[in-house]
């Protein structure tokens, strides 16, 4: 099924630790994103690309990165993790900025 | 920080009665799109307004848009217990490449 594919759904770290949260789309996307959810905060910007080998900076990117080597990847990593990435994480894809975005199912994340 | 904001934060109805939310944004638009989030899900794209425009519809849903207000609304008519979601209005900027920036969602509960 054509759509968005996120994992893991649901993982926990401790603090300090790294991670990469998975995120592939089969729809030939080039917009790709990184959003943040947490409860009364609605959806913050992580980072976002627009196409291969193109990132940058949201409104939230410290202790995030990000890379895109194909059109269909765009995995983030947490480089340390800290309580206060405890957060559910979507990634989201769309053709250009005049459509609508595609959303993954979500990352649910618990930092210890 | 948030470019739309929705209210009503929470708004509970009965089945077949219609439901209203409203956004204020901020900044000049290219367009302005309405997303549902069903608990514990990822967010589905409902509808796209493009700045241009001042009124689309798509099945129950019926969305209008005031540049001049820097607002829009969301009517859901004839509404079902299916219904029941957070929604998010999105803007995207019409200042270069722009992503997506959601407001708070409001909470809509619709009983039986």
């Known amino acids: 099924n054509a759509g968005v594919t996120q994992t893991p759904k649901f993982q926990v770290l401790k603090t300090g630790q790294s991670m990469t949260l998975q995120c592939a789309q089969d729809m030939n996307h080039e917009y790709m994103s990184w959003y943040r959810q947490d409860p009364g905060m609605g959806l913050r910007l992580i980072h976002y690309s627009v196409g291969a080998g193109i990132t940058d900076q949201g409104e939230v990117p410290n202790g995030y990165n990000v890379s895109r080597s194909t059109t269909e990847d765009f995995p983030l990593r947490l480089l340390s993790a800290a309580p206060s990435q405890t957060s559910v994480y979507f990634c989201?894809?769309?053709?250009?900025?005049?459509?609508?975005?595609?959303f993954g199912s979500g990352t649910r994340l618990t930092v210890v | 920080s948030q470019q739309g904001e929705e209210d009503p934060q929470a708004l509970s109805i009965q089945e077949g009665e219609n439901a209203t939310m409203n956004c204020s944004y901020k900044t000049s638009i290219n367009n302005l799109q309405w997303y549902r989030q069903n608990s514990g899900r990822g967010l589905v794209h409902l509808i796209l307004?493009?700045?241009?425009?001042r009124e689309k519809h798509s099945g129950r849903l019926r969305v209008t848009l005031d540049t001049s207000k820097k607002s829009s609304s969301l009517l859901i008519t004839a509404s079902r217990a299916a219904d029941t979601a957070s929604y998010f209005c999105a803007t995207a900027s019409n200042s270069g490449y722009s992503t997506l920036t959601f407001g708070k969602g409001t909470m809509l509960l619709v009983s039986p």
């Open positions: 307004i493009r700045s241009n425009e």
């Open positions: 989201a894809s769309s053709y250009d900025q005049g459509n609508g975005y595609t």
